[in-house]
C-alpha cells in the first residue's frame, strides 16, 4: 500500500469551502481521506502550525524547452517549481520552435513526465510561429491535450486575427490567454514611461499600450463565447476596465505577477537589469490599484511568469537586454510579503487565487483536496522566515532581483500524484 | 603603491591657498543631474586654468602624462570625439581610439568583454558615447578605471550641458535667475536633459520650447517651463540653446515637415529681432542651417557657437583631470567634508 | 610658533630682493617678473611697484599656477590640489625672467615652475628670487635672489602670512 498521511496541518481548501484542522489521507496517488484519520500506516508527515492546501498551480511560467535549454529545462524548471510548492505549472509557448503544433505539445508532456516532478501542462500558441498573422492548428493541439492558448511575449496586433481565433476558439472550450501589449503604443519602450523614463533617458512604454489592446479584445470577446484570459495585468486603468468588464457580464479573468504587486520603475534607477521586465514595473499608483483589485475579485489568479535568462544576456546595457526575471522558487513568500502582512487578504483567499483560481480557468481537474482527486498538495508553513539565496536555485538562471529578500512563509512539502516531490531540509 | 607622507606635500606653500579648498571625489563623471551646486563650480572654476593652455606656443601640461585615456565610441561622433582626443593629449595623456557598430549584439563582443579587454591592458579613464542610456554606469560596474560619459542614449550628455554653463557664466557671469530656453527635440535629448539638470542647479530657470510630441513624457515632472509658442517668449530670454533637429529620427508622425519645424521653432532673423539685444544664442552642433538656425544668426553677433567648442576642449581637459585626481586622492580619515 | 620676521623685516627684505635684482639685471635686459602661486604672485606684485618706481620705468608681471606640474598628482594623497589660472599676458620670448616664491623649501616647485614657464616660451633666462630660503633641499636648485636664509627642525614649517590675503603680515615658524 503506497499511503501517505498529512497529519494536524490547517487544512485550506477553497475549492470545498474547507478551513480546519485536519488530517489527509493519500493511497496511491489518490486522497481517499480528509478529515481526521486514525490510520498510522505508510508516511506520516506532521503538520502541525502548518496549512495543507491543494497543490498551488503557476498559470504563467516559461520553461524554455525546446530551444533555450541553456536558461532552463522542463527538468530544471519543474525541479524549481516543486521547491517553490507548486504542483503544476502551465509552460508559455514562445519556445524555439514556438508551441503551435502537436508535435510540440506531445514533446513537453514527453519530457514533463520523464522527469516526473511536477505536472506541467503546455500553453499553444493561437498564430503560427506567434507570428500573429495565420491561426495556429488549435485542433490538433487539443488533441495533443494543451490547456490554452496564447501568443505570450507578444499579444496579437491584428484585430481581426484576434477576433478569428476568439471565434475559432469556441469549438473547443480552452481560454484565449493574451500578453495585451499595442507594439506600436509600446514603441520600443523598455520600461515603464513615466518621471524615471525620462529621467533616465530610456524609451518608455505606456500604459495606453496595455489598456487599449485590453479593452479592444474585451468588446472582441463579446461577440464570442470564448473566455478571455488577460495576463499579467500591470496598470490601475486595466484594473478599472477589467472590474466594469466583469460587471457587464463579459467572459474574462486576468492574473496578475508577484513583482507587480511588490515593486516599482524606481527600481530602474541603478539600470539594473534585473528589473526589465514585460510588461513592465509601473508606479506606487498601480501597484496599490492592484492590490486593491486582488482583494476585490477583480484579479481571479496569481501568476509568476518566471522568466529564466542567462547572466550573459542580462549583463549588458539596459536598453539591450532581454527582459524578464524569475521566481518560482519565492513566489509564495512574495505573494504573502505583498498580501498577507499587510492584511489586504486572508489565507483563504490566497489560496483560491493559487489553486482552484486557475484551476477553474483552465478547467483543470486540479486545485482541490476532494476525496478522489489526485493527491497534488503542498504544505506551507505560514512562519517560516528566511531569506532568498538566489544562488541555491534549482532553476539553471539567476536573474532574480528578489536576492537577499526576508520572506515569512514557505512551502516546506510538496506532494504531486502521491508521491513526495520537495522536501524543505534545513 | 607607497603612500607619500602628507606632511612633505603640505610643505609646499603653494597648498596653503586662502581660497576655498575642493576636493572632488567623483571617479566617474556619468550625469550632471546628481552633481550638487559645489561641484558643478568647481569644475567650471577648473575649466577656468585650462583655458590658457590653448593659447600658448606649447599647448600641454603633463597633469595626466603616463595615462592612457580611452575613446570608447559606439556611436558616430568627430567633433566631440575629437574634442576628448585633443583634451586628453593636452594633458599628455596616450589616447585610444576605439569604434564600434554597436556593442552587444550576439555576434559582436558584449560592451563589458571590451571594456574588460581594454582593462587588461592598462587604461586608466574612459571616455564613452553609446546609444544606450545608462551604458557608461553599466561600465563602472564592470572596470575598475574612471569612466566619462560622452553621450548615453537621451540620457545625458554632461561635458556638453558643462560646456554649456561655462559659456553662459563666461558671458553672464552668475546664472541665478537667467532665463535659458533649449528648443527642439527634448524628448530624444540627452543634450537637453544635461542642461535642465545644469542650469536649475545654478538657479537659472529652463524653458523648454517645441512640439508637444517632442516633449518627454513626464516633462511636468522636470523643474522646467514647458512653451509650445516660441514667439511668446523669445523677448524675454538670455540664452536660447538650439538643438538639432534629425529628421530621420523623428519621422512625420510626430512632426508634419521641415518647413513646418522652421516655421514656428526656427531662430530665424526675424525671431531675433524680438529678442533681447545681448541675448546668447548656442547650439550643440552640427548645425542644420536653415532648419533649427538661419545662418545669418548662427554666424552673428549674438552666437556664441564657436566659443562653445573652445571651451569643449577646456572643459573636458577639466573633468579628465578631476576624475583622474578622485581616482588617486585617498578617501579622507574622518569622513567627507568640503568647505 | 616663532615670528622670525615681522612686518617690518618684510619690507626691507622686499626692497632688498628688488635692489638685487636691478643690480643683476643689464640695462639692455627685458625684464619680467612671475610669481608663483599662491603668496608668491603678491610677493612678484609688490617687487614689481618698487622696482617700476626705482626704474622709472614699467615691468610686466605675470602669475603661474603651477598645480598642473607638480610631480605628485598621481601620487596617492589625502589632499587634492585645486587647478587655478595662470596670467601671463605677455610673451616671454627673449625675456629675462624671474620667477618669484615666498618659500623654497624642497625645489620641487621651483622645478614645476621651470617646465610650466618652458612650455609657455623660451626665455633668455630664468633666474629664482625667494623671501625665503629655508633650505631641506629635495632637487639640485638654488635661488638666484634671497630675502633671508632660515634654519629650522625638519618638522617644522616656515609660513609666510601676507596682509593682501591673511590680513596679517608676518613669516612664521610653526
Redesign the interface.
Known amino acids: 500500500m503506497n499511503e501517505l498521511l498529512i497529519k494536524n496541518g490547517r487544512i485550506i481548501d477553497p475549492a470545498n469551502n474547507v478551513d480546519a484542522i485536519g488530517d489527509i489521507l493519500v493511497c496511491n496517488g489518490r486522497i481517499v481521506q480528509v478529515g481526521i484519520v486514525k490510520d498510522e500506516a505508510g508516511t506520516i508527515i506532521d503538520a502541525k502550525d502548518k496549512l495543507v492546501v491543494p497543490g498551488l498551480i503557476d498559470m504563467h511560467v516559461h520553461l524554455r524547452e525546446p530551444g533555450d535549454e541553456e536558461e532552463e529545462t522542463i527538468a530544471s524548471g519543474s525541479a524549481a517549481a516543486v521547491a517553490g510548492g507548486f504542483t503544476s505549472v502551465v509552460c508559455m509557448p514562445n519556445t524555439e520552435p514556438a508551441i503551435d503544433n502537436e508535435a510540440t505539445v506531445d514533446f513537453v508532456y514527453r519530457q514533463a513526465a520523464a522527469v516526473d516532478l511536477a505536472n506541467v501542462f503546455p500553453a499553444g500558441a493561437i498564430t503560427k510561429n506567434r507570428a500573429g498573422k495565420e491561426l495556429a492548428e488549435m485542433g490538433q493541439m487539443v488533441r495533443g491535450k494543451v490547456v490554452a492558448f496564447t501568443d505570450d511575449g507578444n499579444g496579437v496586433q491584428n484585430p481581426v486575427v484576434m477576433l478569428k481565433a476568439l471565434q475559432y476558439a469556441e469549438m473547443f472550450g480552452k481560454p484565449i490567454m493574451q500578453h495585451c501589449q499595442d507594439d506600436a503604443l509600446a514603441a520600443g519602450g523598455c520600461m515603464n514611461?513615466?518621471?524615471q523614463?525620462?529621467?533616465?533617458?530610456?524609451p518608455?512604454m505606456?500604459r495606453l499600450a496595455e489598456e487599449l489592446m485590453l479593452y479592444r479584445d474585451l468588446q472582441l470577446t463579446r461577440q464570442t463565447s470564448t473566455r478571455l484570459h488577460v495576463q499579467h495585468i500591470t496598470t490601475a486603468g486595466s484594473t478599472q476596465i477589467i472590474r466594469q468588464a466583469k460587471q457587464q457580464g463579459i467572459r474574462v479573468t486576468a492574473e496578475v505577477a508577484p513583482h507587480h504587486l511588490l515593486l516599482t520603475d524606481e527600481a530602474c534607477q541603478?539600470?539594473d537589469t534585473n528589473y526589465k521586465i514585460n510588461p513592465p514595473l509601473r508606479s506606487r499608483s498601480d501597484v496599490k490599484a492592484l492590490l486593491e483589485a486582488v482583494a476585490d475579485g477583480t484579479i481571479d489568479c496569481l501568476a509568476s511568469d518566471h522568466a529564466p535568462h542567462l547572466s550573459?544576456e542580462k549583463?549588458?546595457?539596459?536598453?539591450?537586454a532581454p527582459c524578464g526575471i524569475i521566481s518560482l522558487e519565492c513566489a509564495l513568500g512574495l505573494y504573502v510579503k505583498a498580501l498577507i502582512e499587510p492584511s489586504i487578504i486572508d489565507w483563504p483567499r490566497l489560496i483560491q487565487l493559487m489553486t482552484i483560481g486557475p484551476a477553474g480557468i483552465l478547467g483543470l481537474d486540479k486545485g482541490t483536496l476532494a476525496v478522489g482527486s489526485a493527491a497534488d498538495i503542498t504544505v506551507i508553513d505560514p512562519h517560516h522566515s528566511w531569506r532568498v539565496c538566489v544562488e541555491k536555485f534549482r532553476s539553471k538562471s539567476r536573474n532574480c532581483p528578489y536576492d537577499g529578500w526576508q520572506l515569512s512563509a514557505r512551502a516546506v512539502l510538496t506532494v504531486v500524484g502521491g508521491k513526495i516531490k520537495y522536501q524543505l531540509s534545513d | 603603491m607607497p603612500y607619500r607622507d602628507t606632511e612633505k606635500i603640505a610643505q609646499n606653500p603653494t597648498d596653503r591657498g586662502p581660497e576655498k579648498k575642493f576636493t572632488w571625489r567623483r571617479k566617474h563623471l556619468l550625469n550632471l543631474r546628481e552633481l550638487s551646486r559645489e561641484e558643478l563650480l568647481h569644475v567650471l572654476d577648473t575649466a577656468e586654468g585650462f583655458k590658457e593652455i590653448s593659447r600658448r606656443s606649447i599647448k600641454k601640461a603633463p597633469a595626466l602624462r603616463g595615462k592612457v585615456v580611452v575613446n570608447l565610441f559606439f556611436e558616430d561622433s568627430t567633433r566631440t570625439r575629437n574634442s576628448f582626443s585633443l583634451a586628453a593629449s593636452r594633458l599628455s595623456a596616450d589616447v585610444l581610439e576605439f569604434t564600434a557598430k554597436s556593442s552587444s549584439i550576439s555576434k559582436g563582443e558584449t560592451l563589458r568583454d571590451t571594456a574588460r579587454n581594454l582593462e587588461a591592458m592598462g587604461i586608466d579613464i574612459v571616455v564613452v558615447r553609446h546609444n544606450a542610456g545608462g551604458a557608461p554606469h553599466f561600465l563602472t560596474k564592470c572596470i575598475d578605471a574612471c569612466v566619462v560619459n560622452a553621450g548615453d542614449g537621451y540620457h545625458e550628455h554632461p561635458t556638453q550641458g558643462l560646456l554649456d554653463i561655462f559659456t553662459i557664466r563666461e558671458l553672464r557671469g552668475d546664472l541665478t535667475g537667467l532665463k535659458a530656453a533649449i528648443v527642439g527635440d527634448i524628448a530624444h535629448s540627452r543634450v537637453a536633459r544635461s542642461n535642465i539638470w545644469g542650469l536649475h542647479t545654478l538657479g537659472a530657470e529652463v524653458y523648454l520650447v517645441g512640439p508637444p510630441t517632442l516633449m518627454p513624457a513626464a516633462v511636468k515632472e522636470l523643474p522646467v517651463k514647458v512653451c509650445y509658442d516660441f514667439d511668446s517668449i523669445i523677448n524675454d530670454m538670455d540664452v536660447v540653446n538650439m538643438l538639432r533637429i534629425q529628421f530621420e529620427r523623428i519621422g512625420s508622425q510626430v512632426m508634419p515637415s521641415v518647413r513646418e519645424y522652421s516655421r514656428l521653432f526656427g531662430l530665424t532673423v526675424d525671431r531675433m529681432k524680438r529678442a533681447k539685444k545681448d541675448v546668447i544664442v548656442m547650439h550643440p552642433g552640427p548645425l542644420n542651417r536653415g532648419l533649427e538656425i538661419e545662418s545669418e544668426v548662427a554666424d552673428g553677433p549674438n552666437s556664441a557657437i564657436l566659443r562653445q567648442v573652445t571651451n569643449g576642449l577646456a572643459v573636458r581637459m577639466a573633468v579628465l583631470f578631476l576624475v583622474n585626481q578622485a581616482a588617486t586622492t585617498l578617501p579622507s580619515p574622518q569622513g567627507e567634508t568640503n568647505p | 610658533m616663532q615670528v622670525i620676521l615681522d612686518s617690518q623685516a618684510i619690507a626691507t627684505l622686499l626692497e632688498k630682493l628688488a635692489d638685487d635684482i636691478i643690480k643683476a639685471t643689464p640695462p639692455d635686459a627685458s625684464l619680467a617678473l612671475v610669481g608663483i602661486r599662491s603668496r608668491g604672485e603678491i610677493i612678484a606684485q609688490r617687487l614689481q611697484k618698487i622696482i617700476q618706481s626705482r626704474l622709472n620705468q614699467p615691468v610686466d608681471q605675470g602669475t603661474l599656477d603651477i598645480t598642473l606640474y607638480r610631480d605628485d598628482l598621481n601620487q596617492p594623497r589625502h589632499h587634492q590640489p585645486n587647478v587655478r589660472t595662470t596670467e601671463i599676458d605677455f610673451d616671454i620670448d627673449d625675456r629675462l625672467i624671474v620667477l618669484v616664491d615666498d618659500v623654497l623649501n624642497t625645489g620641487r616647485s621651483a622645478r614645476a615652475a621651470l617646465d610650466a614657464l618652458i612650455d609657455y616660451g623660451r626665455p633668455i633666462a630664468i633666474r629664482l628670487a625667494v623671501l625665503v630660503d629655508r633650505g631641506q633641499r629635495e632637487l639640485p636648485i638654488s635661488a638666484d635672489y634671497i630675502g633671508k636664509v632660515v634654519e629650522a627642525p625638519k618638522n617644522q614649517r616656515v609660513n609666510v602670512y601676507l596682509n593682501e590675503v591673511d590680513n596679517r603680515e608676518e613669516v612664521v615658524l610653526e
Do not use: I
Open positions: 514611461s513615466g518621471y523614463a525620462t529621467v533616465l533617458g530610456l518608455g505606456t541603478d539600470y550573459s549583463e549588458l546595457e539596459f536598453l539591450l
